[in-house]
């Protein structure tokens, strides 16, 4: 009796970890090299695995000490047996030597990443390798053209050109200058925003506009050159614009899950795509704000003066 009870004890004892382990997500991270050479790109890959009824994600990565993106990370998604597999690629490099430890990402509340020791080195240098000796310049002989007639009629064509586009009458017009209509771009924004919401687009089309939207905003409203930034390099530009530092933090969890979905083929959830088109709709009214209550200040300080 006693050997029986012993042997279903031990069935619970090694079961346990199949019913209670699988309910924390399992990550593993690794490197394709832990030794490269100075700006020699490498791979850092992340697999997540999310049983049912668990809760996790792919971090967010936007930046690692001593370390660049090469360009952006390739993420992808699948479901086996009702668990949910994450496969994330960032292209790493570094221009920094030394021995560097890539930290540890949460994945959940209780589940991170291990850390990784990658070392940077030079390129190693042969010394059994014979040397060569430093070859003398090679001069060239210049070739005198003897085509400088068609120099000569170039130019005289160039300059009877602009005498006849001076001297040229201008066309008579009706003499009426239509005035150009400026859109306010906080409005222009704005009805963007909401003829977006409407239209039911989603996926990579849908915060491809919606990011658009915004870095249009912030080019006609604040002048900043949004349109040819990256989003790493865009977000320490908009610490000034009257985002406080939950809102910034808000704000550049939306552009980073936007580059995602348009550069990685990440599939967001619907509530994603109501969150960040009211992330984004939020910020524009905030810095709208900000600057109509810059532009009074302004005024009031001019007419003291």
């Known amino acids: 009796m006693k050997t029986g009870k012993g042997i279903v004890l031990f069935i619970c004892l090694l079961a346990a970890p199949f019913l209670f382990g699988q309910t924390k997500p399992v990550a593993e991270i690794s490197v394709e090299k832990n030794r490269v050479l100075l700006g020699e790109p490498f791979r850092l890959r992340i697999q997540v695995q999310i049983p049912e009824g668990a809760t996790g994600q792919i971090p967010f990565i936007d930046s690692i000490p001593h ?137 990579k089309e849908f915060y491809t506009k919606l990011t658009d939207i915004f870095r249009l905003y912030l080019l006609r409203r604040k002048g900043i050159l949004s349109l040819q930034e990256t989003t790493g390099d865009l977000i320490p530009l908009l610490k000034n614009i009257g985002l406080s530092d939950n809102e910034l933090s808000g704000l550049r969890q939306t552009l980073l899950l936007s580059d995602f979905v348009k550069f990685a083929k990440y599939q967001p959830a619907a509530t994603d795509d109501q969150a960040c088109h009211d992330e984004i709709s939020k910020a524009i009214q905030i810095i709208e704000r900000t600057h109509q209550q810059e532009s009074v200040q302004k005024e009031g300080t001019g007419g003291q003066s």
């Open 67 to 203: 370390f660049e993106f090469t360009q952006p990370p390739v993420i992808d998604s699948s479901d086996e047996k009702g668990a949910k597999n994450i496969k994330a690629v960032y292209y790493l490099s570094s221009f920094d030597s030394g021995h560097w430890v890539i930290p540890s990402f949460r994945i959940s509340r209780d589940v991170k990443t291990d850390t990784i020791g990658v070392d940077v080195v030079f390129s190693e240098f042969d010394r059994e390798q014979p040397y060569h000796d430093i070859k003398d310049i090679i001069e060239v002989k210049t070739v005198t053209k003897k085509n400088w007639w068609w120099l000569a009629g170039g130019g005289l064509f160039v300059l009877l050109l602009i005498i006849y586009l001076l001297t040229r009458k201008k066309k008579k017009g009706s003499g009426i200058n239509k005035p150009v209509e400026l859109t306010d771009p906080f409005r222009e924004a704005i009805s963007s925003l909401e003829k977006l919401k409407q239209s039911g687009s989603g996926g």
